[in-house]
């Protein structure tokens, strides 16, 4: 009998929620947009509804599954499975939620709290690019480091077949590394962190600085009356229609970002180094300045055989992943 | 009946030898100056000479000992126990350096290769700072992070109980890790790397710029007639005594460190890091400012708790270390 998990995805915006098998193959999937909760209550009900319509979907009772991810940004204590704060949602502080999860959907084994981004580099570890690649003598990938580039910058960190949580389950702020320490303030109080500079968000912040300073672009006007309507999907497009300034914006924002993969792998050499999030559309624009970077910068052992790519799951590695850690999790502790 | 194992940490000035018991007590130890060696021959000789010499002080016979631990610098093949190549040793490239001390040292459980830095931080780990510490909850630490401050900047990171090695070995490399993608350039072939900053040459460096670009200093003259004489330890002097330049170049040392220290903090949230070398010596003055930075920069979760240390055993932690790791590897191994 083929056995089922359930992950749970939330994030600032939006609940997303799927039903997997134990390798991590999705059966259904449900997205529910969080619009602007003003409660905590208002929040787990969107938690709620959108896990129950899955199980519905998925001709699942919470009983038939056997262990339950569920995946948030913020600051967590993991141990005893509480959402200690988190900026992007209303009254989200103390928020006891595995405990919460587990009561109204009691599974099995039990549910998992897991930090958001390391459940996506865990997805793509167990079921995406990770379970793909192989290395050169024919093994599986066993370490490997996943930056999200969104809002800001996320890290998951899997060393040794294990995600690596920290002391205070605060590790793998790779957004938060510094590349310049007398650099751009970041809002999270370091100066001249990775993330001030190559996130999605960091990438527009310096495209509207250059055109604001008088830099020429082909679409300059399009720029000075909606400069709230510039995205870094839509500077990659103006650049792959020919705008020089569009196309330097996102080619720094590649050679920033091979900064901090250079940092990443002279810290762990890594055997993977896994980008994921909506400015990985760029394709070769981001990665070819990055990989230039890494070539120039980095110690030959440190980028010997690494593979650099893009992720496979997209938003989906989140819920894919919280299942992924609540069974590797759950299995451990009961082995 | 005690057991005993033998660790030799192999610089590029001088070899270093101990025997210790299994708690990592040195029971004796001795060093040898390498001289300038011209051969690897040579090299070797010296590493025999004074193994021999220290077996002979602790009374004991090859066969008696229970493992042998060899650290060295350089680029290794830890699985092989080959050093692929050192910069400061002459021939020094593909030399299988444990099978060649386990020929000549037969031990009973076998000699293993560890990375200098890497066997440092284990001996702190297992037998130092690290052994003495509890965490609030009265357990033993199990994540630690080290920076040996010298020449150059090296790491070693403890992850869960083990030397963290990485894909090719090449891990833990943190006197390399980006602080100003676009500052001073490194040997490596990087930019603006920790070491470029932070190491007791790179002090050195900063003070002689400063000097010659007009600075004004007490010690002047003597800086302007014998600029080799300057070291680390002497601006620290200089410092005490009152001397403004040098007291302000000991403390920006200090606030680089903390640059890296807060990047350590949020890539891998360790329970302790734990500073080495002789630039340690100037104490409080390179301790302070480094502390400032951590606490104004450093993300709160991921510096709660940590404690951010200088290390006990100054230079015995490289032979101890490299025992402990060659009992560890080698009892892993035979479980």
Redesign the interface.
Known sequence: MAEYLVGIDLGGTNVNVGCVDETGKVITKHSLALGKPKTRKEVLESIYGATEETLKRAGLKAEQVRAVGIATPG?LDIARGVV?FAANLPEWEDVPLRDLIQKKFPSRLGTVLENDANAAAWGEYWAGVGKETRLADGRHVS?LVMLTLGTGIGGG?V??GKV???????????G????????RPCP?????CLEAYASADSTVRRFLEAVKSGAATNWERAVREHPEEVTSRRIHEEALKGDVLSRKTIEETGF?LG?GI??I???????MVVLTGGLTGAGSMLMDPLMRVVQ????G??R???KIVFARLGVDAGFIGAAGCALTALETSAS
Chains 1, 2 share one sequence.
């Open positions: 600051t200690v370490s960190v060393l040794d690596w949580h920290g002391f205070k389950d605060a590790a793998a702020e790779l938060h590394i510094t590349i310049d320490f007398r650099g999270c109080g370091n100066i001249g920033y900064v250079v940092s792998l002279h810290f762990l050499n890594p055997q120039e910068r980095a110690l052992r440190s010997e055989d690494v």
